[in-house]
């Protein structure tokens, strides 16, 4: 069982910047997509973007399509969400995620199996 911790979240101004990081520990991940989804309050979890096991290919949600780069780290069981010119409705719990199977890439949340407890986002001024 794999366990998946994110941290870097904070409270930042509108135009400003944050990397959020992924670390995962109990077995590799070297050979699974990850995904990164984001939960505001009183919405519904929804996928932010994802990449594939070897980090060569990366998808996006439109809408931080530009602002926002997944990246991994196999050698460390990291991945990491850089989000730059975050806006208001950014604001959220992002969470990192596992799929149930390897070698794929997801978008969709039921495809997932393993999730860390996120961290929070706050853009405001």
């Known amino acids: 069982q794999v366990q998946l911790v994110e941290s870097g979240g904070g409270l930042v101004q509108p135009g400003g910047s944050l990397r959020l990081s992924c670390a995962a520990s109990?077995?590799?991940?070297?050979?699974?997509?990850m995904g990164w989804f984001r939960q505001a309050p009183g919405k519904e979890r929804e996928f932010v973007g994802a990449?594939?096991?070897?980090?060569?290919?990366?998808d996006y949600t439109d809408s931080v399509k530009g602002r926002f780069t997944i990246s991994r780290d196999n050698a460390k069981g990291m991945v990491y969400l850089q989000m730059n010119s975050l806006k208001p409705e950014d604001t959220a719990v992002y969470h990192c995620?596992?799929?149930?199977?390897?070698?794929?890439?997801?978008?969709?949340?039921?495809?997932?199996?393993?999730w860390g407890q996120g961290t929070q986002v706050t853009v405001s001024s």
């Open positions: 995620a596992i799929p149930k199977s390897p070698w794929s890439v997801s978008k969709i949340l039921a495809d997932f199996g393993s």
């Open positions: 990449i594939s096991w070897s980090g060569d290919a990366t």
């Open positions: 109990g077995r590799t991940i070297s050979n699974y997509g």
